[in-house]
């Protein structure tokens, strides 16, 4: 490879763990320090990949977002998808994959190689792309991105490296609670350091990374935009069903932020209440239109007003599901996981570790 480019494979125990917006957040801090950073992702799509999931898109954001040139970008070899296994299964295809990827290795160029991995260990495993393989094609080494949901996690990590070996590089815990921080960082990461598993950083949870733009809501719900279709790019922090009486729902209200909230058209007094309040967007189901008057207040106080054609039930599953599954196209959330990694993650220790330090290649 020339200049005799270092590969780093960054992977996750499980889809929607953060690794999108993490490998974007340490690209940017080590070409910020001079690294001449390189970026791909060989498998694209995979299993419970939404609409949401463009890897063409993802490319291009991440190029334009890092001033990456075109030398510095890897494409995609395989799009992971139904018609891919089937083709696979029916003998269709054939395809040598890693000798594939090992012919682009051998053309990249740069200081370090970030190439982001598949969903999970396993994933791609039919095509010969599991992360291991990925690794041991590519002589990369592994950075876990692990979203914390309870200490159990460390059951997943232990067998992680078990499965790794030394391609394990380490890990980076994500999406911690405030309230089990202390906890992760006292006990889950001296236990895993004396098992050999360095921590590079614990990120604790954020909302704005969480969140959902107003013009991603219209796009997943197919909705109808009844006004201020110039601020779809509000943020949206959290999902509300707007169903009770007007003074409980206004007591509930207050206590949110940047809301979607979900009602009838017919709620008058609920959508004003919402209007009040910290809200992003009101969604309206039931096909019966607001009022002129409502109409009037979201047009002043710049608020838009989704009508979709589905019931609330419906809608309110097609939201949580894109709270699960965001992505990181909005320059707001690029500064916030610029900003996290660089107050959270062990860049010197990392870099030493990839042999940047020892082996002086820093600029």
Same mark, same amino acid.
């Given at each position: 490879?020339?200049?005799?480019?270092?590969? !780093? &494979?960054? @992977?996750? %125990?499980? $889809?929607?763990?953060?690794?999108?917006?993490?490998? =974007? *957040?340490?690209?940017?801090?080590?070409?910020?320090?001079?690294?001449?950073?390189?970026?791909?992702?060989?498998?694209?799509?995979?299993?419970?990949?939404?609409?949401?999931?463009?890897?063409?898109?993802?490319?291009?954001?991440?190029?334009?977002?890092?001033?990456?040139?075109?030398?510095?970008?890897?494409?995609?070899?395989?799009?992971?998808?139904?018609?891919?296994?089937?083709?696979?299964?029916?003998?269709?295809?054939?395809?040598?994959?890693?000798?594939?990827?090992?012919?682009?290795?051998?053309?990249?160029?740069?200081?370090?190689?970030?190439?982001?991995?598949?969903?999970?260990?396993?994933?791609?495993?039919?095509?010969?792309?599991?992360?291991?393989?990925?690794?041991?094609?590519?002589?990369?080494?592994?950075?876990?991105?692990?979203?914390?949901?309870?200490?159990? !996690? &460390?059951? @997943?990590? %232990?067998? $992680?490296?078990?499965?790794?070996?030394?391609?394990? =590089? *380490?890990?980076?815990?994500?999406?911690?609670?405030?309230?089990?921080?202390?906890?992760?960082?006292?006990?889950?990461?001296?236990?895993?350091?004396?098992?050999?598993?360095?921590?590079?950083?614990?990120?604790?949870?954020?909302?704005?990374?969480?969140?959902?733009?107003?013009?991603?809501?219209?796009?997943?719900?197919?909705?109808?935009?009844?006004?201020?279709?110039?601020?779809?790019?509000?943020?949206?922090?959290?999902?509300?069903?707007?169903?009770?009486?007007?003074?409980?729902?206004?007591?509930?209200?207050?206590?949110?932020?940047?809301?979607?909230?979900?009602?009838?058209?017919?709620?008058?007094?609920?959508?004003?209440?919402?209007?009040?309040?910290?809200?992003?967007?009101?969604?309206?189901?039931?096909?019966?239109?607001?009022?002129?008057?409502?109409?009037?207040?979201?047009?002043?106080?710049?608020?838009?007003?989704?009508?979709?054609?589905?019931?609330?039930?419906?809608?309110?599953?097609?939201?949580?599901?894109?709270?699960?599954?965001?992505?990181?196209?909005?320059?707001?959330?690029?500064?916030?996981?610029?900003?996290?990694?660089?107050?959270?993650?062990?860049?010197?220790?990392?870099?030493?570790?990839?042999?940047?330090?020892?082996?002086?290649?820093?600029?």
């Amino acid at each position: 490879m020339p200049k005799s480019a270092k590969y !780093l &494979l960054i @992977g996750s %125990l499980e $889809a929607y763990s953060g690794k999108s917006a993490i490998t =974007l *957040g340490i690209a940017h801090q080590l070409k910020a320090k001079g690294l001449d950073i390189a970026y791909g992702k060989p498998l694209s799509g995979g299993w419970g990949q939404t609409q949401m999931a463009d890897s063409d898109g993802d490319l291009q954001f991440v190029a334009q977002t890092l001033n990456l040139p075109e030398n510095r970008l890897q494409p995609s070899i395989l799009m992971l998808d139904s018609e891919a296994v089937e083709n696979r299964l029916n003998l269709q295809d054939q395809t040598d994959y890693r000798q594939q990827l090992a012919e682009q290795a051998q053309r990249q160029s740069g200081d370090l190689v970030l190439l982001e991995g598949p969903g999970t260990l396993d994933e791609g495993k039919l095509f010969n792309l599991s992360l291991l393989e990925v690794a041991d094609t590519i002589q990369a080494s592994v950075l876990l991105v692990a979203r914390f949901q309870s200490m159990l !996690l &460390l059951d @997943g990590l %232990l067998s $992680a490296r078990e499965k790794l070996g030394d391609r394990l =590089l *380490g890990v980076l815990i994500n999406d911690v609670p405030n309230n089990q921080l202390e906890t992760v960082n006292t006990s889950m990461v001296p236990f895993l350091e004396k098992r050999g598993i360095s921590v590079f950083g614990v990120l604790p949870s954020s909302d704005l990374l969480r969140s959902v733009s107003v013009a991603e809501l219209v796009h997943q719900l197919k909705a109808e935009v009844l006004c201020r279709p110039d601020r779809l790019d509000l943020m949206v922090e959290s999902l509300t069903i707007g169903a009770m009486n007007v003074n409980s729902a206004l007591k509930y209200f207050r206590a949110r932020r940047n809301m979607a909230v979900v009602t009838g058209g017919d709620r008058t007094d609920l959508q004003l209440a919402a209007l009040e309040t910290s809200t992003q967007c009101l969604i309206l189901t039931g096909h019966i239109p607001p009022t002129k008057e409502i109409l009037s207040r979201a047009e002043d106080l710049e608020i838009p007003i989704l009508s979709v054609d589905l019931d609330t039930l419906s809608t309110v599953e097609i939201v949580d599901r894109a709270f699960g599954q965001v992505r990181l196209h909005e320059p707001i959330k690029f500064q916030c996981i610029c900003q996290m990694i660089e107050d959270y993650f062990d860049s010197d220790r990392f870099l030493g570790s990839l042999g940047f330090e020892r082996a002086g290649a820093l600029p």
